[in-house]
Structures are given as C-alpha cells and as structure tokens.
C-alpha cells in the first residue's frame, strides 16, 4: 500500500462546469476526510466519513458540493455548476478510526483551477 | 468550537539559527497534535505526531513539545538549512473527530 491517493492531480475547469475528484484511503482505513486549501491559508475541514456513513459536513460544504463513499472504501467529490471561488487544493486523508490517537494520513492533493 | 492560531505568520532568519514555531489551540480536550511541512503548491508532509498523553517528540534536527492544559506547542528546528524553507502547519485532532488545521507560519532560511 503506498498510501492515499488522490486523482487528477491537476484540474483546469471552465466556470459552470462539474468536477469529479477520486480519493482512494489506506487499506482498513475506515475514517476518511476531504479538506480544501486555498492560497495562503491552513485546510479547511468539509466532510469526513465512517465507513460509507458521512457523519459530518461543514458549512463550507455547499449544495453544489457532494461526496460519496459508496462502498466504505474510495471516495469521490463533486462539484456542481463551478465558480472561481472553488479554486482552490482539495486534500484527502484516510485514518483508522474509532480509536483516536491513531494518525491520519494525507493525500497529494488535486489542484483545482476555475477559468 | 476548536481554534488553532500559529504565530508568526512569516519568519526569516538566516542559515544556521535554531528557531521555535508556535501553535496555540483553545479546546486542550484534543487527542493528537501534528506538525507537517508544505511545499509550495505540493501537499502535506507529516513531520511530527504527538498524542495526548506525550510531551513531545523528536525527529533528527526536530523536536516539538505539547502543552495541552495551557494549549501551546512548539516546533523547534535546529540549525536550519535553507531546505527547511517551506510552510509548517499545526494540525488539533479535536474531540469533535475533526482535523483542525492553523494557517501555517512561512518559513525562509537565508544563506
């Protein structure tokens, strides 16, 4: 297992457009999360799952945005109807959960670019 | 509602320094606290990760220590090289099962 990977790492959208972005966890790892990271700031949380249950979203998480873990193993993230503001480094992290001392692990990112 | 402030924002000091990055959280309820590395435009790099119930941990010219009662800790980098010139990021893992992230402070090592 050579860990989370992310896919494409590059994506250059034109605005109104929808995007797709594959996340693929660490074998076993059952909690996954997809984060967004614009210039100049830390990632920002959006929604994490347990297994295929997505147990939280973030108010950043618009209703043109959905993520899906259909069978408790990759994860996809959709963005509907793309604006400039969704410009933006889209992380993915996997970590085994329940217990919660265990380390999450990040993904390279794709980077999302609206023209 | 966990907040993570990492001070300074930007720190340049010259080749050689040993230097402190800070990480202040308001919740010390946390269950690990990491440090990663960022690349211009790459992803994340874990450097360091601290449970609740460790001080602090070390890694070759690293070392960063964990306060959780006065929400404080520190990344300390000995003689620095200019390669150690990227982002650092202070990452709670919070009791809310969240990840939550400050907003780095840029390092440069001049030479």
């Known amino acids: 297992d050579t860990g989370v990977s992310q896919d494409p790492r590059h994506k250059i959208t034109k605005r109104g457009q929808n995007v797709t972005f594959r996340c693929d966890p660490i074998?076993?790892?059952?909690?996954l999360y997809w984060y967004r990271q614009t210039l100049g700031q830390g990632p920002e949380f959006l929604t994490y799952?347990?297994?295929?249950?997505?147990?939280?979203k973030s108010r950043l998480l618009s209703d043109r945005f959905s993520a899906e873990r259909p069978k408790g193993s990759f994860s996809t993230l959709e963005i509907q109807r793309t604006e400039q503001g969704d410009s933006a480094m889209y992380l993915c992290?996997?970590?085994?959960?329940?217990?919660?001392?265990?380390?999450?692990?990040f993904g390279q990112g794709t980077r999302l670019t609206v023209v | 509602k966990q907040e993570v402030t990492q001070i300074p924002a930007a720190l340049s000091v010259p080749e050689g320094e040993n230097l402190v990055l800070n990480c202040s959280f308001t919740?010390?309820?946390?269950?690990?606290l990491q440090w990663f590395r960022q690349d211009p435009g790459k992803g994340l790099t874990s450097l360091l990760l601290?449970?609740?119930?460790?001080r602090e941990q070390t890694s070759g010219r690293l070392n960063a220590s964990l306060d959780k009662s006065s929400g404080r800790s520190t990344l300390y980098i000995a003689a620095s090289q200019p390669g150690d010139s990227a982002t650092y990021l202070c990452?709670?893992?919070?009791?809310?099962?969240?990840?939550?992230f400050g907003s780095g402070t840029r390092l440069s090592i001049r030479p």
């Open positions: 992290a996997s970590q085994f959960g329940g217990a919660r001392d265990t380390e999450a692990f």
């Open positions: 074998s076993e790892h059952n909690r």
């Open positions: 799952f347990q297994n295929e249950a997505q147990l939280e």
């Open positions: 919740d010390s309820a946390i269950y690990n």
């Open positions: 601290i449970q609740s119930s460790q």
């Open positions: 990452a709670v893992y919070s009791s809310a099962s969240k990840i939550i």
